[in-house]
């Protein structure tokens, strides 16, 4: 997936599109890479300066007189930059955008510390798609980038009713690009936020839908496993290693929804290619209060049964609005799930009934091994209530 930046203004001859990593330097000066000014004496004669890494552009003021602001705001050491942003440089207002190569930005979703999602179009068949932008810290190395990339194709390979759609990745600079299949619905987590804990049958519809993509997924035939010798060859099975009601999306009518689990084998992909500290995310990945305590002392080495518990952990979630421990503020996280006990549900809920509550807790067992190993297991326990 190619990326490419682009820089517009009602006032500039034609546009000025970046494919390549490049500097442009804006301002009045003949040296300038992008001349801008008509006599504007508020533009500098070096004004300010883009870092472009298609799909990443970052800018920062060169000491002009008068400033540069990016949609109204000052900029103020550097700031990077996201599609649809407008730069102002004197009287000139740049549009920044970027392009993906088969895709049209539509809008903007949401964003985060670690990103952005854009909705966008495919322009081979008109699908909306969701465009997942994610920053790290510092660029990437080739031998790294070009790992992630291998190691995603895993994901790509999945092809199942329950797994969100993977439609292609690319990388620049310090950002990668994730294109999925879109969900109108949003997510899990969306949904418990606007109406509070779930019904029973709903949360247990989806939850089966999960273990269903899980089931699949553990199974599937992948066509890249990295072996010691530092070759690789096709395997079978993917583990998720961060099921969360975040990654579970729904598509379809309110009363009958499909869940459509996300981002699998992300975590993974950026731990492969030596970049598990490349995001926020950290080495771990994934939010801790949906983590095993397995998965915790040994994540490099997470099995499926760490995605079984991760999927229970998320009913807990769906059913109470708590994960299946407490963590109290100012504690560290990581050894609370190392040294505190998983919750009863009934303790959170009394109303839960108690022969679910039952098979919920059997499947949070996870010292000093996890007890439900299989997704399969933890369906058909569902199955029988």
């Not at 820089?7 to 301002?27: H, M, N, Q, T, Y």
């Not at 439609?167 to 879109?182: C, E, M, N, W």
């Amino acid at each position: 997936m190619r990326s490419t930046v682009t820089l517009s203004a009602d006032d500039l001859v034609r546009d000025k599109v970046f494919r390549e990593p490049a500097s442009c330097v804006i301002g009045r000066s003949l040296d300038c890479d992008l001349r801008l000014g008509n006599g504007d004496k508020r533009v500098s004669r070096r004004h300010c300066v883009l870092e472009i890494d298609p799909p990443e552009a970052r800018l920062r003021d060169l000491g002009s007189r008068n400033g540069t602001r990016v949609n109204g705001e000052p900029v103020t050491g550097e700031v990077r930059l996201l599609h649809g942003d407008e730069i102002s440089v004197g009287a000139t207002v740049l549009r920044f955008s970027v392009g993906l190569s088969g895709y049209e930005l539509v809008r903007k979703l949401g964003q985060g510390s670690q990103g952005v999602v854009h909705l966008a179009r495919d322009l081979a068949d008109g699908d909306l798609v969701a465009i997942k932008t994610l920053w790290g810290e510092d660029a990437v190395d080739p031998k790294a980038r070009n790992a992630f990339l291998r190691e995603i194709e895993n994901t790509r390979a999945l092809d199942h009713p329950n797994v969100l759609e993977f439609r292609g990745a690319g990388a620049g600079g310090s950002a990668f690009v994730l294109a999925t299949g879109y969900c109108a619905g949003g997510s899990v987590a969306d949904l418990v936020a606007r109406r509070g804990p779930l019904p029973v049958a709903e949360a247990v519809s989806i939850t089966l839908q999960v273990l269903e993509a899980l089931t699949y997924a553990h199974q599937a035939p992948i066509p890249w496993v990295g072996l010691a010798d530092g070759g690789s060859a096709p395997g079978v099975g993917l583990v998720h290693r961060d099921v969360k009601p975040h990654n579970i999306f729904l598509t379809g009518p309110d009363d009958d929804p499909i869940a459509k689990l996300a981002d699998f084998g992300l975590a993974k992909a950026f731990d492969r290619a030596g970049l598990s500290g490349h995001t926020r995310t950290g080495a771990l990945g994934g939010s801790v209060a949906f983590l095993p305590r397995p998965q915790i002392v040994d994540y490099k080495y997470a099995k499926p049964e760490v995605d079984v518990w991760a999927a229970a952990a998320s009913l807990y979630w769906m059913l109470t609005g708590a994960s299946p421990r407490t963590f109290p503020p100012g504690e560290d996280p990581v050894l609370v799930v190392l040294t505190d006990p998983v919750v009863p549900i009934r303790e959170r809920d009394a109303t839960i009934p108690a022969a679910l509550a039952a098979v919920i807790d059997a499947a949070l067992v996870d010292t000093p091994r996890i007890a439900v190993t299989r997704a399969e297991d933890l369906a058909a326990a569902l199955w029988a209530l």
